[in-house]
């Protein structure tokens, strides 16, 4: 289960369920399970000295048993506005991901990794262009959460949603994603609730459908980018696997099944994606379907040659949108220079 070579175990791998039966191993009531639970997640404590309600021989069986820190901050910065924070953590095998802090909006919006590197090959994500190194466990994807939560509690603060947009596929790394999501949702634990989580997939199929079937209310974002095929393949290769008319029946589908609103992602290249043709035939392909878009200018990275759209086209773009009745919402670059985009710190290092 926890393929993080660092020992001893990582805490946030396992589940409420997983960590009782370790307890009652120990010849100890289940209920100290809930208390070391809720001293993970609620108090958020990182080291076994702060469960004070334990004895100190469970203290020191926790800590010999499990870690609580698994994961090293390498690099941290802070854009000039301050409202963007991007830390790349270094896992216990050395590879690096990154997670992003938002504020806006009274929101603190954490963009975590569900993956180092992608094997998705995006043409320009920084993150597909280093390919995939590894799937990240269900712990490591928490502990980014925990990790800034702790930082946001010293200030009187709290994350109030998280977004699984940073590196990597999520539905490429299903199960753990969803542990993970499932772990930082528990109400005996951290308690987010489910609508203020997200999963963005670049739109792999099977697992859209597996994930309307299983009922969990987490909301879902589609990377669309491109309303034609020939023009999405040579953005987002997968979507030679999965046609465009596959992926938006599957999302219809989702809507259906749920009664839950789908947003879609597209990040404008200069003309390449935000002609008002393009937004035209988006339109067509959405109408009648309960969905959001968001449009961002896209963050330039340094193997791909396009670049971001002007403001006036993003808005030219949303309103053509808008006067088709799709809803759609231009979004800011956030920290841009300290290279805030998906993958970008990793790529660099
Ligand atoms: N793999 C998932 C989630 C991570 S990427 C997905 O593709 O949805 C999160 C979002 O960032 C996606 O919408 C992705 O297309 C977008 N993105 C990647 N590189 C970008 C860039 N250089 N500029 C703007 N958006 C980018
Ligand atoms: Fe992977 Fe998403 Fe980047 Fe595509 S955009 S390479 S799916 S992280």
């Given at each position: 289960?926890?393929?993080?070579?660092?020992?001893?175990?990582?805490?946030?791998?396992?589940?409420?369920?997983?960590?009782?039966?370790?307890?009652?191993?120990?010849?100890?009531?289940?209920?100290?399970?809930?208390?070391?639970?809720?001293?993970?997640?609620?108090?958020?404590?990182?080291?076994?000295?702060?469960?004070?309600?334990?004895?100190?021989?469970?203290?020191?069986?926790?800590?010999?048993?499990?870690?609580?820190?698994?994961m090293r901050p390498e690099i941290s910065k802070?854009?000039?506005?301050?409202?963007?924070v991007k830390t790349l953590f270094r896992l216990?095998?050395?590879?690096?991901?990154?997670?992003?802090?938002?504020?806006?909006?009274?929101?603190?919006?954490?963009?975590?990794?569900?993956?180092?590197?992608?094997?998705?090959?995006?043409?320009?994500?920084?993150?597909?262009?280093?390919?995939?190194?590894?799937?990240?466990?269900?712990?490591?994807?928490?502990?980014?959460?925990?990790?800034?939560?702790?930082?946001?509690?010293?200030?009187?603060?709290?994350?109030?949603?998280?977004?699984?947009?940073?590196?990597?596929?999520?539905?490429?790394?299903?199960?753990?994603?969803?542990?993970?999501?499932?772990?930082?949702?528990?109400?005996?634990?951290?308690?987010?609730?489910?609508?203020?989580?997200?999963?963005?997939?670049?739109?792999?199929?099977?697992?859209?459908?597996?994930?309307?079937?299983?009922?969990?209310?987490?909301?879902?974002?589609?990377?669309?980018?491109?309303?034609?095929?020939?023009?999405?393949?040579?953005?987002?290769?997968?979507?030679?696997?999965?046609?465009?008319?596959?992926?938006?029946?599957?999302?219809?589908?989702?809507?259906?099944?749920?009664?839950?609103?789908?947003?879609?992602?597209?990040?404008?290249?200069?003309?390449?994606?935000?002609?008002?043709?393009?937004?035209?035939?988006?339109?067509?392909?959405?109408?009648?379907?309960?969905?959001?878009?968001?449009?961002?200018?896209?963050?330039?990275?340094?193997?791909?040659?396009?670049?971001?759209?002007?403001?006036?086209?993003?808005?030219?773009?949303?309103?053509?949108?808008?006067?088709?009745?799709?809803?759609?919402?231009?979004?800011?670059?956030?920290?841009?220079?300290?290279?805030?985009?998906?993958?970008?710190?990793?790529?660099?290092?």
């Amino acid at each position: 289960m926890n393929d993080n070579p660092v020992k001893p175990l990582s805490i946030y791998d396992l589940d409420l369920v997983q960590l009782q039966e370790r307890v009652v191993d120990w010849g100890e009531p289940s209920y100290r399970a809930l208390q070391i639970w809720q001293g993970v997640y609620k108090q958020l404590w990182s080291s076994p000295v702060g469960f004070t309600s334990l004895s100190k021989g469970l203290r020191q069986r926790l800590d010999a048993e499990f870690s609580l820190w698994n994961m090293r901050p390498e690099i941290s910065k802070t854009s000039l506005d301050k409202n963007t924070v991007k830390t790349l953590f270094r896992l216990g095998d050395e590879k690096a991901i990154e997670t992003v802090l938002m504020r806006y909006n009274k929101r603190n919006t954490l963009c975590i990794s569900s993956q180092a590197g992608c094997g998705m090959g995006c043409v320009f994500c920084a993150t597909g262009q280093m390919g995939l190194k590894r799937n990240l466990t269900s712990g490591e994807i928490v502990e980014q959460v925990v990790y800034y939560a702790r930082i946001l509690k010293a200030s009187g603060e709290s994350i109030t949603n998280v977004v699984v947009m940073g590196m990597g596929e999520p539905f490429h790394n299903y199960d753990a994603t969803l542990h993970a999501l499932d772990r930082l949702n528990d109400k005996d634990g951290f308690n987010l609730g489910a609508r203020r989580l997200t999963i963005s997939t670049v739109g792999l199929v099977p697992a859209i459908r597996r994930f309307a079937s299983e009922g969990r209310q987490y909301n879902l974002a589609v990377s669309l980018h491109a309303a034609e095929d020939e023009l999405r393949s040579s953005l987002l290769p997968i979507n030679k696997k999965y046609p465009l008319n596959e992926l938006l029946a599957a999302c219809r589908d989702y809507v259906e099944q749920t009664r839950r609103r789908i947003t879609f992602e597209w990040a404008l290249i200069l003309d390449v994606n935000d002609s008002m043709e393009q937004a035209q035939i988006l339109a067509s392909k959405l109408k009648g379907l309960l969905c959001h878009v968001n449009v961002i200018p896209l963050n330039p990275t340094p193997q791909y040659r396009g670049t971001g759209t002007t403001r006036q086209r993003a808005e030219i773009f949303r309103d053509e949108l808008a006067h088709h009745g799709i809803p759609c919402t231009v979004r800011l670059r956030r920290g841009i220079e300290i290279q805030a985009g998906c993958g970008q710190l990793a790529i660099q290092v």
